[in-house]
T-cell receptor, first 114, second 111 residues
Framework: DQQVKQNSPSLSVQEGRISILNCDYT??????FLWYKKYPAEGPTFLIS?????DKNEDGRFTVFLNKSAKHLSLHIVPSQPGDSAVYFC?????????????FGKGTKLSVKP | KAGVTQTPRYLIKTRGQQVTLSCSPI?????VSWYQQTPGQGLQFLFE???????NKGNFPGRFSGRQFSNSRSEMNVSTLELGDSALYLC??????????FGPGTRLTVL
């Protein structure tokens, strides 16, 4: 049973436009959420995180929104750049992120076209 | 500051063999986690070690095991390899979850 779901395997966006990547979770005990970006032949790179006590966290072009009642989070990238083309993973954790067990979604491949 | 190092980067084994993968965390990081990435399942948590003790374990069979040494370096071992064990094995070190840093991974192919 998948606890973290990314229902869109791929997303294609024009350069300069907004990219919206979505993630749903089922475990109400999750209280810390993260987004990672992964290029081929490299390990995932941490992008941004959000605690369940917040509904929004912003870092430059990246904003994560959390809707606890819907058990849904999304990553917005504005404006999208060709270098953002990668696989994006949503991850969740219990215990406020104090321990290392992250549950990942299967990823969404983002393609940003020039 | 050196990143997380994983060796070897690529490995080819045959069914029934065993394999040991190594991970050197970032200096000062005491937590090391292992993940398996496959096309169909995404990243799945294997186990986490902290100060030489296994702190968390994912839902993998006993053929998958690991350990951590006093210098925080970690190894994972897979015995009696199966074709389905072919995957990218990722190691991550951290002080806290938010600072988890992944290595480049070891690509294991089982023939």
């Amino acid at each position: 049973d998948q606890q973290v779901k990314q229902n869109s395997p791929s997303l294609s966006v024009q350069e300069g436009r907004i990219s919206i990547l979505n993630c749903d979770y089922t475990n109400s005990m999750f209280d810390y959420f993260l987004w990672y970006k992964k290029y081929p032949a490299e390990g995932p790179t941490f992008l941004i995180s959000i605690s369940s006590i917040k509904d929004k966290n912003e870092d430059g072009r990246f904003t994560v929104f959390l809707n606890k009642s819907a058990k849904h989070l999304s990553l917005h990238i504005v404006p999208s750049q060709p270098g953002d083309s990668a696989v994006y993973f949503c991850a969740a954790s219990e215990m406020g992120g104090s321990q290392g067990n992250l549950i990942f979604g299967k990823g969404t491949k983002l393609s940003v076209k020039p | 500051k050196a990143g997380v190092t994983q060796t070897p980067r690529y490995l080819i084994k045959t069914r029934g063999q065993q394999v040991t993968l190594s991970c050197s965390p970032i200096s000062g990081h005491r937590s090391v986690s292992w993940y398996q990435q496959t096309p169909g399942q995404g990243l799945q948590f294997l186990f986490e070690y902290f100060s030489e003790t296994q702190r968390n374990k994912g839902n993998f069979p006993g053929r998958f095991s690991g350990r951590q040494f006093s210098n925080s370096r970690s190894e994972m071992n897979v015995s009696t390899l199966e074709l389905g064990d072919s995957a990218l094995y990722l190691c991550a070190s951290s002080l806290e979850v938010s600072s988890k840093v992944f290595g480049p991974g070891t690509r294991l192919t089982v023939l």
